[in-house]
Nanobody, 116 residues
Framework: QVQLVESGGGLVEPGGSLRLSCAAS???????MGWFRQAPGKQREFVAA???????NYGDSVKGRATISRDNAKNRVYLHMNSLKPEDTAAYYC???????????WGQGTQVTVSS
């Protein structure tokens, strides 16, 4: 089990960019890492994921605008997003999925608001 802490959220103007960070309390080597988001009144939505060998996958709503990366030495995962839209407004959550035990750990989330 790892504790996850997200950072980097805030208020961004439409068309802007941001980088979210997720810091894990321990090694993330055995985890698929991902980002999800949840807007008020909506279900949690998949944003991006990265495997241990850096294969990536993106949700349709962010494809082409998002880049996920990981730094196993620092136990961190990042999400860079550009061309932000008001519909990107949501709480963004970091997820760690253990490849052997199939367990999931979640962070507390960081709020991203896209507005002028």
């Amino acid at each position: 089990q790892v504790q996850l802490v997200e950072s980097g959220g805030g208020l961004v103007e439409p068309g802007g960019s941001l980088r979210l960070s997720c810091a894990a309390s321990g090694s993330i080597f055995m985890y698929y890492m991902g980002w999800f988001r949840q807007a008020p009144g909506k279900q949690r939505e998949f944003v991006a994921a990265i495997t241990r060998d850096n294969k990536t996958n993106y949700g349709d709503s962010v494809k082409g605008r998002a880049t996920i990366s990981r730094d196993n030495a620092k136990n961190r995962v990042y999400l860079h997003m550009n061309s932000l839209k008001p519909e990107d407004t949501a709480a963004y959550y970091c997820n760690a999925h253990h490849v052997l035990y199939n367990t999931d750990d979640w962070g507390q989330g960081t709020q991203v608001t896209v507005s002028s």
